[in-house]
Every structure is written in structure tokens, then in C-alpha cells.
């Protein structure tokens, strides 16, 4: 493109005014300034521009040519800047994220609808899968953000803990009795064990501590939801490995029983992750911000 942009405002500018003192007034720079850029750009473009007189200065054919496009080029150079400051200050803009569901019931929710209530302008586009699944998705551009089963291990990502989350084994009444006494890893996997499907995050993570163990275990039954976990433990198809943070109303209404194990598996975390090499959108960037922010307070409130 010939000339820049700042010539072309320059430009504009003048023929609007209809003066170069005029125009330097309004854009903040000397009147030399206008003149010199104003006479490179008709040395650029091979045209004169504007006729000069002691009255001011008027378009030349050339020039009036020139500016109708100028001005419709200026005007959508100008919209484009407004939507940019509306998704700055999230008058408008998308939240693209991605969670699972037991993560998206039991800890995202209440922070979506806080989001969605404090910037109703912004459309969000929500998508669930497992963990492998989301990363894949951030790393493709499909969404900006996932809210993920921690540890994900991958040199492209981004990765932010935000909560901490221990798994646990349940049962209901039928094996309670068998369960009461602090157990061994050996013992649990005599059980008859219902987990979820190999691919989560979740899964793998207990398979391979207990591996490290010495310990192999197998599924009786494979789920896809934790909710269905409990809800088969409560109705003695088995024992579930499940969240404990996730399943504290079954366990307060004795729905299961948290079977006791004579080492804990140690925690882990529910985190953010995002590609390194791109920077949040807007949008993003503020929901992060307002889950730290719950979470805080939650830990303050229960202090």
C-alpha cells in the first residue's frame, strides 16, 4: 500500500477541515507536519490532491476520488477499534471454555452464572469432554480455556491450579461392614471396583499411584459420569473411586460410606489450561479472574 495510515487520517482530516492549520489543530501535531506528510503523499500517489489558496485548501478531482474510499476505509478502521475496546471492557465477546461434567456441576457452575450475570453481552460457548479431549481442543483454537482433571503434562500448555481434590473410595451398606477397618491397596483391588472410563484424567491418575504401589486394579464396571459412580456404589454394584470435595452431600446423608484405607492417595488439582503461546481473550481472562476470586472467598468463609 502506498502512503500509511497516519498519512491517510492526515488526509481526511484536511479535506474535512478544508485547511492544514485547521487539521494540525485538531490532530495535536504542527503545521508543518500536515504539509510535509500531506506532500508525500501526492508524491507517492503521482497525484496532486488539493489546490491551495490564501482561503484554504479544496480537493482536486484526484483528491475527491481518493477520499471517498479513505473515508469508508477510516470509518471501518474505526468500528473495528470500537468492538475491539467493547471486548476490552466486555461490553461484547465470546467465553469459549471447556470443562467436564462433574467439574462443571460441582465447581464451575455458581462461577458461570456470576459471569454470566456481570456481563450478559458476552455469548458463552461451553463444551464438554474429558481431559484429553479438552486439551486437544485448546491446542486446535476451538476453545481458549479448559478447566481440566490436574496433572496435564504437555509442553504447549499452560497449566494453573486453581482447587485441590483427593480421591476416595465409597460404598454402600452392603460392604460397609467389610470396609470399616482401615484398608490396604492390595485389599481394594479385591473389590469389586467401579470407576470411570480409562481415557479421564481421573482414572488415570489412582491407577497409576496404586501402580507405584505394586498394586493393579481393574474395573467391574466403567461409568461416564462421577454422579453415576455414587449412585451405583450407594446401590452396591461395588466400590467407586470418586472426589471427595465432589461427593460431600452423599456422604453427609450417609447415601455412601467412605471406605478408610491405610495410606491416602495423595492430591492432586482441578486447574486452568490454556495455550502458552496465546494470550486469554478478554473475556477468559476475566472468568479466571473471578473463580480465584470465589475460591478465596470461600476459603475465607469457612475459616
Not at 463444551?127 to 481458549?144: A, H, M, Q, W, Y
Request: glycine share 6%; aromatic share 8%; net charge neutral.
Amino acid at each position: 500500500m502506498i502512503g500509511n495510515l497516519d498519512s491517510y487520517r492526515i488526509f481526511a482530516e484536511v479535506a474535512r477541515r478544508k485547511s492544514f492549520s485547521g487539521a494540525a489543530k485538531a490532530l495535536y501535531i504542527s503545521q508543518p507536519a500536515v504539509s510535509l506528510a500531506i506532500m508525500n503523499l501526492e508524491n507517492e500517489l503521482g497525484s496532486r490532491l488539493f489546490v491551495r489558496s490564501p482561503k484554504g485548501v479544496t480537493l482536486t478531482y484526484e483528491g475527491q476520488l481518493l477520499h471517498e474510499y479513505v473515508e469508508s476505509a477510516l470509518n471501518l478502521v474505526n468500528m473495528g477499534e470500537s468492538k475491539l475496546a467493547e471486548l476490552h471492557n466486555l461490553e461484547s465477546g465470546e467465553l469459549r471454555i471447556g470443562l467436564g461434567d462433574t467439574i462443571s456441576r460441582y465447581f464451575l457452575l455458581p462461577h458461570l452464572v456470576k459471569f454470566h450475570q456481570m456481563y450478559p453481552n458476552i455469548s458463552l460457548r461451553v463444551i464438554n469432554r474429558t481431559t484429553p479431549d479438552l486439551c486437544s481442543l485448546v491446542k486446535s483454537g476451538e476453545i481458549d480455556l479448559a478447566i481440566c482433571n490436574l496433572p496435564v503434562k504437555d509442553p504447549a500448555l499452560k497449566v494453573k491450579k486453581c482447587m485441590s481434590v483427593h480421591d476416595i473410595f465409597v460404598c454402600g451398606d452392603k460392604f460397609r461392614d467389610a470396609c470399616r477397618s482401615p484398608m490396604p491397596f492390595e485389599k481394594i483391588a479385591e473389590l469389586p471396583l467401579v470407576l470411570l472410563e480409562s481415557k479421564s484424567n481421573s482414572r488415570r491418575y489412582v491407577e497409576e499411584y496404586l501402580l507405584s504401589k505394586g498394586v493393579r486394579i481393574r474395573a467391574e464396571i466403567e461409568l461416564g459420569s462421577h454422579d453415576l459412580l455414587l449412585e451405583f456404589a450407594r446401590f452396591n454394584f461395588g466400590v467407586a473411586c470418586v472426589i471427595e470435595e465432589f461427593s460431600r452431600d452423599y456422604l453427609q446423608k450417609g447415601l455412601v460410606w467412605k471406605v478408610e484405607l491405610e495410606e491416602e492417595i495423595p492430591e492432586r488439582a482441578i486447574g486452568f489450561c490454556s495455550l502458552k503461546s496465546v494470550q486469554l481473550s478478554p473475556a477468559s481472562a476475566r472468568f479466571v479472574e473471578i473463580v480465584e476470586s470465589g475460591i478465596i472467598n470461600s476459603k475465607g468463609g469457612s475459616a
